[in-house]
Nanobody
Framework: QVQLVESGGGLVQAGGSLRLSCAASGGTFSSYTMGWFRQAPGKEREFVAAVSPDVGITYYAVSAKGRFTISRDNAKNTGHLQMNSLKSEDTAVYYC?????????????????WGQGTQVTVSS
């Protein structure tokens, strides 16, 4: 059973940066697509970014493109989401997830394993 633990969330001012981490255990991390999703208060969970198992393909939501960078280190079973130029609308709980799929990377239904989430709060 794969377990995921996110860290790195916190309170930051608008325009600032945060780097989220996702530590995986209990499975073959390198065989999964890794994604980041977020859920703001009162809203549905939404896709942020995804990276293929071999790090060859990255995919971003429009809201994240140009500001966020997804990465992974398969040797360390970890993934990251570097978030720059943060805005108040980025405030949400951020989740990392793993999927065995190679398509529909933005569809959360394709993801089988989820972390517990880490809170990101951006003050304006």
């Amino acid at each position: 059973q794969v377990q995921l633990v996110e860290s790195g969330g916190g309170l930051v001012q608008a325009g600032g940066s945060l780097r989220l981490s996702c530590a995986a255990s209990g499975g073959t991390f390198s065989s999964y697509t890794m994604g980041w999703f977020r859920q703001a208060p009162g809203k549905e969970r939404e896709f942020v970014a995804a990276v293929s198992p071999d790090v060859g393909i990255t995919y971003y939501a429009v809201s994240a493109k140009g500001r966020f960078t997804i990465s992974r280190d398969n040797a360390k079973n970890t993934g990251h989401l570097q978030m720059n130029s943060l805005k108040s609308e980025d405030t949400a709980v951020y989740y990392c997830a793993l999927s065995g799929a190679r398509r529909r990377l933005s569809d959360q239904r394709e993801y089988s394993y989820w972390g517990q989430g880490t809170q990101v709060t951006v003050s304006s």
